[in-house]
């Protein structure tokens, strides 16, 4: 059973950054699509970021130059590293996984129908 497990939310004034990992057990393939996924309060969670396993990566418009998506194949491990955050990007944020999931020909891989496998999730609050 595939298991993705978040961590690094917290607590930071606005202007700071934080960088979030969501580490993946159980899974073998090498191909694949990851998304860092977010859910505002009292909003429907929404895309972030997205990273396929050839490399590509895909942005929601708000979080472009600000946030990067990466991905360390030796430790199974997906992040995001935030920057200059700001109050509107308080949520819990989840790490997704779909196997054999892929960016092009129009799919941005940014849907929460996309994916099957989800994190518990990890809470980012921004303050100022």
């Known amino acids: 059973q595939v298991q993705l497990v978040e961590s690094g939310g917290g607590s930071v004034q606005a202007g700071g950054s934080l960088r979030l990992a969501c580490a993946v057990s159980?899974?073998?393939?090498?191909?694949?699509?990851m998304g860092w996924f977010r859910r505002p309060p009292g909003q429907q969670r929404e895309g972030v970021a997205a990273?396929?396993?050839?490399?590509?990566?895909t942005y929601t418009d708000s979080v472009k130059g600000r946030f990067t998506i990466s991905k360390d194949n030796a430790e199974n491990t997906l992040y995001l590293h935030m920057n200059s955050l700001k109050p509107e990007n308080t949520a819990i944020y989840y790490c997704?996984?779909?196997?054999?999931?892929?960016?092009?020909?129009?799919?941005?891989?940014?849907?929460?129908?996309?994916?099957?496998?989800w994190g518990q999730g990890t809470q980012v609050t921004v303050s100022g």
């Open positions: 990273i396929d396993s050839d490399g590509d990566t």
């Open positions: 997704a996984l779909q196997p054999g999931g892929w960016i092009g020909f129009g799919g941005d891989m940014l849907d929460v129908s996309d994916y099957n496998y």
């Open positions: 159980e899974y073998t393939s090498n191909k694949y699509c």
